[in-house]
């Protein structure tokens, strides 16, 4: 445990559940109670048929973050969940630029920016064009910094997804559920 | 009549029929077992009403006067009989009404199923008469809730509810149908609820784990127990009893888990927590093995948690396990039901007898005695104490009634000086420490164990919170037994103004009425007394009295509950005066 418990520290909480409507509430409730605030959110299908993924991002000790997990895990849709570190997880964000267009042909820095930062044009149209970057935060960070100087019309970035590097052992879980 | 018992018999068979949502509500209630439910009617659950009144022979349906009484009389017959509590009403107030219920039965962990009528689907989200989102309200505290919108989701849906609320650690479930699912037909059959394949009600043991417990148990010098109430709803009270026994580990309760160990027995030292007994607190930092059994360690009952038992190796049997180190770090956590684990920990376990240990607490009592307890239940000072009336109560009663407690001080000394001889035996709101919850528990106590006497202990706060449920004593004449203890205060918080607020009594005097009058008013035989050589025969009186019986009994008005750990203090810093 030692200082991880008592630092301040990112952690990507994963939450594997049923597909019920109130379950976003009842879990934001746990946060809310305590005055944790979720860093980034997102909700997808995961790996199993009818199995939700919430992916909650915190900034707080693992001691809360543990009893955190406790209290999603004892919500009666939830199949099970997981914390990890960044270190222990592959993440990425997305983020949308939408920027005029004359700005593609008069300011030839732009299309350095595009490619410098391995971004794509998801569509261009008279009046404006939008890029689209995937990445770590401060990746997405340095492209608004670079394209700030010249007009965002507007920009918005998804929550983190994530993976664990180790097997976050859910299916074998389930498939012990089914059997009972 | 002839015909419903048709349809039961064909539903028995598991044939489907064709009836209304609001009949397959009470089907479905009939099949959990459901005789006996507590409630309030209005327009968005007129139709399950509508079906009551046919079912009556069946279901028999109490209204409360006001929807709270309803959940606490359904926890009340919860808490006494170790069955599903049922609540009902109607949207929009009725079903805000519940809310302080639930809460209660959360954070006290009982089994209770609320159902509530919802404004018909479409009209849902349109602000409409009577309507309140009490699935967002209620998400907080309840175990689980739902809200039905179509007839063909109530016998599922239903049938979920009742297990989820029973099983593992208990908890309220609401259910909320809207008025059309009520009214519209729905091929109906019914089969029980017996596993949600996300939720593990209860954790395997883990033989490793129970290892661990009994090494250090068994090498312990100085162990000691601590139980809530875990052990009377995993029914474990056996198991306590022999492994305290075999043992011979001084053993404490929390308030929650009173009465699941004869309070006689030699090895029972009393009750932990802020008004506990001297010894279980003051030992707890220094004993060697803090043996904890499903409890969850509320702040209540360790105080500076940063100076609770720091010295010992703590046990922790949970069945939950987010209760694990949430509060106090287990060195090592047995997961599962205390009825399986007790179970399977007593043949790894020494016998041993602790005397010296033991004597230890001894020496503790025998200050305490000298100090509070003789004062309290032997006073010889003019007016009357809260600890003699239930002195009286223990005598009277010997010791067999079921004691239910509301908020304060006269809780406090209830729970510090009532016997009990049986288990299920104190029914007080421990967690959410709900002013209000007597009257009606005790309601509901008393229906769920008509052989018992029930005696609904309160103060004259907490009773003029929910004193409108005398009606339903008075016209379902339940024989409880109602003993107000007046103090013309608010007298817990009172007596932190006098400790702590330098005695600025803010808001704590009350003008109370004629209570007496009151109850008579209700036609309930009632009695007031105010000098000690009228006690014992009132309380006689009323205990011998198989009708309901009000006893308002004037207790000094600025007595203080000792022993004290003042809040923010180590349970070793407790306070005798």
């Known amino acids: 445990m030692g200082d991880n418990n008592i630092e301040n520290q990112w952690f990507t909480i994963s939450v594997y559940s049923e597909n019920n409507v109130g379950l976003l509430n009842r879990i934001s409730g746990i946060f809310l109670k305590r005055h944790i605030n979720i860093e980034s959110l997102n909700v997808s299908k995961s790996e199993i048929n009818n199995v939700s993924k919430f992916t909650i991002v915190v900034h707080t000790t693992e001691n809360w973050t543990r009893k955190i997990v406790g209290q999603i895990e004892k919500q009666i849709e939830v199949i099970r969940a997981f914390y990890h570190t960044d270190d222990e997880t592959i993440y990425q964000e997305s983020a949308l630029f939408k920027i005029a267009s004359d700005l593609l042909f008069d300011e030839r820095q732009i299309q350095n920016i595009i490619k410098d930062n391995n971004s794509q044009i998801v569509t261009v149209a008279r009046d404006f064009f939008v890029l689209a970057k995937t990445g770590r935060r401060f990746e997405i960070d340095e492209m608004y910094e670079q394209l700030a100087p010249y007009g965002i019309m507007q920009f918005v970035r998804s929550g983190r997804i994530s993976v664990s590097k180790d097997e976050m052992q859910i299916s074998a879980l389930l498939q012990e559920f089914q059997h009972h | ?577």
């Open chain 2, 1 to 577: 009549m002839e015909t419903l018992k048709e349809m039961k018999t064909e539903t028995r068979k598991g044939k489907t029929l064709k009836i209304s949502g609001a009949e397959a509500i009470i089907h479905c209630l009939l099949a959990e077992g459901v005789d006996l439910l507590y409630g309030y009617p209005g327009g968005a659950i007129m139709p399950v009403y509508d079906e009551l009144y046919k079912f009556q022979d069946k279901l028999t349906h109490i209204l409360t006067r006001h929807e709270q009484g309803a959940t606490h009389a359904a926890q009340g017959y919860a808490r006494v009989s170790g069955r599903v509590g049922v609540a009902m009403a109607t949207s929009g107030p009725g079903a805000t009404n519940l809310v302080t219920g639930l809460a209660d039965a959360q954070i006290d962990s009982t089994p209770m199923v609320c159902i509530t009528g919802q404004v018909p689907r479409h009209l849902l989200g349109s602000d409409a008469f009577q309507e309140t989102d009490i699935i967002g309200i209620s998400t907080p505290v309840t175990k689980w809730n739902y809200q039905i919108t179509k007839a063909s989701e109530i016998p599922e849906i239903i049938a979920k509810a009742f297990y989820i609320a029973k099983s593992g650690r208990p908890g309220p479930v609401l259910i909320d149908i809207t008025k059309n699912a009520q009214f519209e037909e729905l091929m109906f059959s019914y089969k029980k609820c017996t596993g949600v394949r996300s939720y593990n009600a209860v954790p395997k043991p883990d033989k490793k784990a129970l290892e661990a417990a009994a090494t250090l148990i068994n090498s312990a010098q100085k162990p000691f127990i601590v139980w809530g109430q875990g052990v009377i709803l995993g029914k474990a009270e056996e198991e306590l009893k022999a492994f305290v026994e075999k043992a011979g580990i001084p053993a404490a309760w929390t308030i929650m888990g009173a009465s699941a160990l004869d309070t006689e027995h030699p090895l029972n030292v009393g009750m932990v927590g802020m008004h506990g007994n001297y010894g279980p607190n003051i030992l707890t930092n220094e004993c060697d093995v803090l043996i904890a059994i499903g409890m969850r360690f509320d702040d209540r009952v360790t105080g500076r948690l940063d100076d609770y038992a720091t010295q010992a190796k703590v046990i922790h049997f949970e069945i939950d396990p987010a209760e694990i180190s949430k509060n106090v770090h287990a060195d090592v956590a047995v997961l599962g039901d205390s009825k399986e684990t007790l179970a399977l920990l007593l043949p790894l376990i020494n016998v041993n007898k602790h005397e010296s240990w033991h004597n230890r607490f001894k020496e503790k009592y025998k200050i305490e005695f000298d100090t509070v307890i003789k004062n309290d239940i032997h006073p010889t000072k003019e007016g009357l104490t809260m600890g003699e009336v239930i002195e009286e109560i223990n005598i009277a009663s010997q010791q067999k009634a079921v004691i239910v407690t509301d908020v304060g001080q006269h809780q406090m000394i209830g729970c510090r000086y009532a016997k009990f001889r049986e288990s299920k035996s104190n029914i007080t709101s421990g967690g959410l420490g709900t002013m209000g919850f007597a009257l009606p528990a005790a309601i509901g106590a008393k229906q769920g164990a008509m052989d018992r006497e029930v005696v609904a202990i309160i103060g004259d706060g907490g009773y003029q919170m929910t004193i409108q449920e005398l009606g339903v004593i008075f016209q379902h004449n339940i024989p409880v037994k109602i003993v107000v203890l007046n103090n013309d205060h608010l007298g817990m918080v009172r007596q932190w103004q006098e400790l702590f607020f330098e005695k600025r009594y803010a808001s704590t005097v009350m003008v109370n009425p004629d209570f007496v009058k009151i109850a008579e008013g209700y036609h309930i035989e009632a009695k007031r007394v105010s000098e000690r050589k009228d006690l014992k025969s009132a309380v006689q009186e009323m205990i011998a009295s198989d009708k309901p019986y009000f006893l308002e009994v004037k207790v000094e008005k600025e007595d203080n509950v000792f022993p004290m750990i003042p809040s923010g203090a180590a349970v070793s810093e407790i306070r005798l005066k």
